[in-house]
């Protein structure tokens, strides 16, 4: 498989799975409430991202996009931030996860942003036990947040980098948890005021109820929580990771210089570029 065909390949199978998680995310927009319980859109979501992740996994190693090398620190990636994910709890809007889903999807691309994102909450929640309906929800947003993440432009300097991590941050954080309410916002709202979902009623009127519910809820100010953390965290913490992934990412294959100078400042300490 030449280059060109394998990226391609990688690139469509990113998509699909970044399609496929707003879908399941959007569902009710487009499914009766009448006829889905919580516990049961759950179990399918669960059900269609354990494939989906494995597929993409098969599809990064089969195009060549990622290696044994690059599985490796996956998982040591993974392994760390659901260490680092007990530190916030969520606990008024706190969220210490985020920071390195974005830092790392930006350095190492979408697909790996999605499977670190992932995987992150997914042991993590094995950790703690917070295993319920609510897992599959998260692990989708989590993993949307690094398809994003890889997706950023690329800059040469340092502090043009850490901008438009900032910058991303703050869409990010409010889009998890505009996506983890709408979810399971028919079951929340109830079904008898003005912001509950409305089975069978447009998409456009359940929107405009939805937005009323996170304003009503305060989710909006949750959210602001997540992203506070999120961008403090990297902020203080950019410079240092950012220069230590992308040596990584040089060491494991992720990024190949081009030219010999690149080589050595990829090894030399620091941020490059």
Same mark, same amino acid.
């Given at each position: 498989?030449?280059?060109?065909?394998?990226? !391609?390949?990688?690139?469509?199978?990113? =998509? =699909?799975? $970044?399609?496929?998680?707003?879908?399941?995310?959007? !569902?009710?927009? #487009?499914?009766?409430?009448?006829?889905?319980?919580?516990?049961?859109?759950? @179990?399918?979501?669960?059900?269609?991202?354990?494939?989906?992740?494995?597929?993409?996994?098969?599809?990064?190693?089969?195009?060549?996009?990622?290696? /044994?090398? @690059?599985?490796?620190?996956?998982?040591? =990636?993974? %392994?760390?931030?659901?260490?680092?994910?007990?530190?916030?709890?969520?606990?008024?809007?706190?969220? +210490?996860? #985020? *920071?390195?889903?974005?830092?790392?999807?930006?350095? #190492?691309? /979408?697909?790996?942003?999605?499977?670190?994102?992932?995987?992150?909450?997914?042991? /993590?929640?094995?950790?703690?036990?917070?295993?319920?309906?609510?897992?599959?929800?998260?692990?989708?947003?989590?993993?949307?947040?690094?398809?994003?993440?890889?997706?950023?432009?690329?800059?040469?300097?340092?502090?043009?980098?850490?901008?438009?991590?900032?910058?991303?941050?703050?869409? %990010?954080? *409010?889009?998890? $948890?505009?996506?983890?309410?709408? !979810?399971? !916002?028919?079951?929340?709202?109830?079904?008898?005021?003005?912001?509950?979902?409305?089975?069978?009623?447009?998409?456009?009127?359940?929107?405009?109820?939805? =937005?009323?519910? @996170?304003?009503?809820?305060?989710?909006?100010?949750?959210?602001?929580?997540?992203?506070? +953390?999120?961008?403090?965290?990297?902020?203080? +913490?950019?410079?240092?990771?950012?220069?230590?992934?992308?040596?990584?990412?040089?060491? +494991?294959?992720?990024?190949?210089?081009?030219?010999?100078?690149?080589?050595?400042?990829?090894?030399?300490?620091?941020?490059?570029?």
């Amino acid at each position: 498989m030449n280059t060109f065909s394998g990226k !391609w390949i990688s690139n469509l199978s990113i =998509l =699909l799975a $970044g399609i496929g998680s707003v879908l399941m995310f959007s !569902w009710p927009f #487009f499914i009766s409430g009448d006829s889905a319980a919580e516990a049961d859109v759950a @179990q399918v979501v669960f059900i269609a991202l354990m494939p989906l992740m494995l597929v993409l996994i098969l599809v990064e190693v089969a195009t060549g996009e990622i290696g /044994s090398k @690059q599985i490796a620190l996956l998982g040591v =990636l993974i %392994a760390l931030n659901a260490v680092i994910r007990l530190l916030g709890a969520g606990t008024a809007g706190i969220e +210490t996860a #985020f *920071f390195l889903i974005i830092i790392a999807g930006y350095v #190492f691309g /979408s697909g790996f942003g999605f499977l670190l994102g992932t995987g992150s909450l997914l042991v /993590s929640a094995l950790i703690t036990g917070g295993v319920g309906p609510w897992l599959p929800f998260q692990m989708m947003a989590a993993g949307l947040i690094g398809i994003g993440a890889g997706l950023l432009p690329k800059f040469g300097s340092r502090g043009a980098k850490l901008a438009v991590l900032i910058v991303y941050a703050i869409p %990010a954080s *409010f889009a998890y $948890g505009f996506l983890m309410t709408l !979810w399971n !916002w028919p079951f929340l709202a109830g079904s008898e005021s003005s912001i509950s979902y409305l089975a069978g009623a447009g998409a456009i009127e359940n929107l405009i109820r939805f =937005l009323q519910f @996170q304003i009503f809820t305060g989710g909006l100010i949750w959210d602001l929580g997540r992203a506070v +953390t999120t961008v403090a965290l990297i902020a203080i +913490t950019g410079p240092l990771l950012l220069g230590s992934l992308q040596r990584a990412a040089s060491k +494991t294959g992720f990024v190949k210089p081009s030219k010999p100078e690149d080589a050595n400042r990829a090894k030399a300490p620091g941020l490059s570029g």
